[in-house]
């Protein structure tokens, strides 16, 4: 499962690169709009610390201005992902924009039938946000799971991007069903490495080299 980092603040992108963790990145406009600096400018940084897919989400409401502001992000840099909401404008701006060779993200994905029709309309990416549907009592994961079997049926390449990552069993759970990406908010990528029993055993082994007064 690759890992992209849910997030548009440069210093964070910095670390979860050093960390070698990441694959790609997914801003939105609320992450955007919390840097409170061009978007332009962020996207660059980001394109220029990642090395991999950069969503970057349009904000027009029908097809041809969502077409002219997704041409413009792919402009911004060759790795740019444009994510269009899942609405019939928005599908209808994924197809246009796939077809001039421009991968797009669809985005608020809440139901296997809406993920299935971002796939049919060309999406390179889907991103259902299961946060979110365990929010509202609906089992997140399990509309992952069958939108992942749907696709294997029908062998459709979009890949399902699990977004609204809240915790790590949210990852775990993703990567045992067979997501393809995961998009996870820096904190929780932070604890990805993390486990009290590593740290503290490596306290113990690095104790008990000391006593032997032994260098390496
Ligand atoms: O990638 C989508 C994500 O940013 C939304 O997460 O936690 O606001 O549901 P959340």
């Known amino acids: 499962m690759k890992f992209f980092l849910d997030s548009a603040d440069i210093s964070e992108v910095k670390q979860a ?3 070698g963790l990441v694959d790609g990145v997914t801003t939105n406009p609320s992450l955007m709009a919390k840097t409170g600096r061009p978007y332009q400018e962020v996207l660059r940084e980001i394109c220029a610390i990642v090395d991999g897919p950069v969503s970057c989400e349009v904000v027009a ?3 041809a201005a969502m077409l002219e502001e997704g041409e413009k992000l792919a402009r911004l840099h060759p790795n740019v992902v444009v994510k269009c909401p899942l609405l019939v404008e928005g599908l209808k701006a994924t197809r246009a924009l796939s077809r ?3 991968k797009v993200n669809v985005t608020l994905a809440f139901t296997p039938l809406q993920a299935l029709a971002a796939a049919k309309c060309g999406a390179t990416y889907v991103s259902p946000f299961i ?3 365990d929010d509202i009592g609906q089992d997140g994961l399990g509309m992952v799971a069958q939108t992942l079997r749907i696709f294997a049926n029908y062998g459709y390449p979009t890949q399902v991007l699990v977004a609204s990552v809240r915790n790590v ?5 993703a990567a045992e069903i067979g997501a393809h ?3 996870i908010p820096f904190g929780v990528l932070s604890q990805v490495l993390h486990h009290p ?4 055993g490596l306290e113990r082994f690095l104790a008990d080299w000391r006593a032997t007064k032994q260098k390496i």
């Not at 069993?169 to 759970?173: A, C, D, K, T």
């Open 17 to 19: 690169a050093d960390w």
């Open 61 to 63: 409401s029908d097809a």
């Open 100 to 102: 001039r060779g421009i």
């Open 131 to 133: 946060g979110r549907l």
């Open 169 to 173: 069993s949210h990852l775990v759970r």
């Open 181 to 183: 990406v995961a998009t």
């Open 197 to 200: 029993l590593t740290e503290s």
